[in-house]
């Protein structure tokens, strides 16, 4: 067993923890019997020979949505290694759609670009104000899709979709010159609440919301919000009539249902009900991806998102138990979504955390102590310090394996913002990993995502 208390260094005098990782000896014998099912990977180089992902090609087979995780927001390997399966499953298995965890409207320049090589990927990933994405490995994935894409019928080109719903301001503005052209008396009546939208003018200080209270918002916010709710409605009614054969109709189309997501999603935090923010952002993400799917008549989507949002299974939060994205696929798509989780032992990842001298948060590096003892990330150190795949399915064929994994178990996993002393203790997720995801993906050492340099 891993001795987890504190050692005395020998020169410093100075209390540190006891090293990690390192391997838990009374979990040798799973960890054993765990490696003789794992599928070891080459390495997280997202340009080398995929020939180490050809064990998964029948186990993927039959899947038509395949959720890539990550158990945090900013970790190199995590991001590489999606790149490689999206590669594979590109490549080997015909998917032509990748959807990601950002928003809709401010992604359609990745997708122009991906798809006709016009604009420039770096100010689009500058464009979608997520900074989780704004690396060099996504940027390395947006080229390769570029690449892949170059020459091929544009029917056999893979498509590119934010799937997220937490901003306003892009597809309100393209909404605004829709409607300029097709329906000025709209616009004349509804401008007030389509400013609202553009400007983000209901935006949300998630700072300030604890879900403790019943404290909603001001009055000012709230007659805001419900004015952009009505300019919503209205947009929405006009399209009810429409043909959607029409492509630019069933575009903006989509920008007025984003726009309902998102603004439901701000809604709930704005009531300091935030059970039903995360309820209404997943189902707009998973509203969205369906919607991809259909429109564009292909079959098959990656979708990168964080492990919280593609588990199978229900979110359990602080503030109540909601369906997550991938509930809801798995309610939809049955056995044809497949989530693949990931987890790491050691090393950093970049998020939002305390400075340097403590008084304010910025982007920077992080890295996590040794994780609960009853967790499964012990059992995966054990198995090695490499990179490798495990299905589940595989694994728990083994009784012992099965026991083991039928209790709920943490793991690595948090999102944008990193907190030492978190309360609510957001460093782990406890899952029934195979209920939760269909395979997991480990990492034995993990770097901090590169952000790309900018003037």
């Known amino acids: ?60 087979a039959d899947a038509r949505i395949v959720g890539l995780g990550e158990a945090t927001h900013g970790t190199r390997e995590f991001f590489q290694l999606k790149h490689r399966l999206i590669r594979f499953l590109v490549g080997r298995l015909d998917y032509r759609l990748v959807a990601m965890e950002a928003n809709f409207a401010e992604t359609l320049a990745i997708d122009e670009y991906v798809v006709h090589g016009r604009g420039d990927p770096r100010g689009a990933l500058d464009g979608i104000r997520f900074w989780t994405w704004d690396t060099e490995e996504v940027l390395a994935l947006i080229e390769w899709l570029r690449a892949f894409n170059e020459g091929r019928p544009v029917e056999d080109r893979v498509r590119f979709y934010g799937i997220d719903a937490q901003f ?29 939208l553009v400007e983000e003018r209901i935006d949300v200080d998630w700072e300030s919301i ?8 001001t009055g000012e916010t709230n007659e805001r919000l419900e004015r952009a709710e009505r300019t919503v409605d209205a947009m929405r009614t006009w399209f009810d009539d429409r043909d959607l054969t029409d492509d630019a109709v069933a575009l903006h189309r989509q920008h007025v249902r984003a726009l309902a997501g998102a603004l439901a999603h701000k809604r709930g935090a704005h009531e300091n009900d935030m059970r039903a923010a995360i309820d209404e952002r997943d189902r707009a993400m998973a509203e969205t991806l369906a919607w991809a799917l259909a429109h564009f008549s292909h079959d098959r989507a990656a979708v990168w998102a964080h492990d919280k949002h593609l588990q199978r299974t229900t979110r359990e939060t602080r503030f109540g138990t909601a369906p997550s994205l991938g509930s809801r696929l798995a309610d939809r798509y049955g056995d044809d979504y497949y989530a693949v989780g990931f987890d790491f032992a050691d090393g950093e990842f970049q998020a939002i955390g305390p400075s340097e001298g403590g008084d304010d948060r910025e982007l920077r590096p992080c890295s996590l102590g040794p994780p609960p003892e009853d967790a499964a990330t012990r059992l995966f150190a054990t198995v090695d310090d490499s990179v490798w795949f495990l299905d589940f399915e595989a694994a728990t064929a083994d009784e012992r394996l099965a026991d083991y994994f039928d209790a709920e178990r943490p793991v690595r996993s948090l999102g944008a913002i990193y907190d030492p002393d978190d309360e609510h203790g957001r460093l782990h997720d406890s899952y029934r990993l195979p209920g939760a995801f269909d395979a997991l993906v480990f990492v034995g050492e993990t770097s901090r995502a590169r952000p790309i340099a900018r003037e």
């Open 168 to 196: 306003t301001g892009a597809s309100a503005e393209a909404l605004r010159k829709f409607f300029a052209e097709r329906d000025p008396a709209l616009l004349d009546e509804h401008g007030e609440g389509l400013e609202v």
């Open 210 to 217: 604890d879900g403790d209270d019943d404290d909603g918002a």
């Open 1 to 60: 067993m891993t001795d987890d208390t504190p050692s005395t260094d020998e020169q410093t005098d100075e209390p540190t923890t006891a090293d990690w990782p390192a391997a838990d000896e009374s979990l040798r014998p799973l960890a054993d019997r765990l490696a003789e099912r794992v599928v070891r990977l080459d390495g997280t180089d997202p340009a080398a020979d995929l020939d180490d992902l050809a064990p998964l090609e029948d186990t993927l």
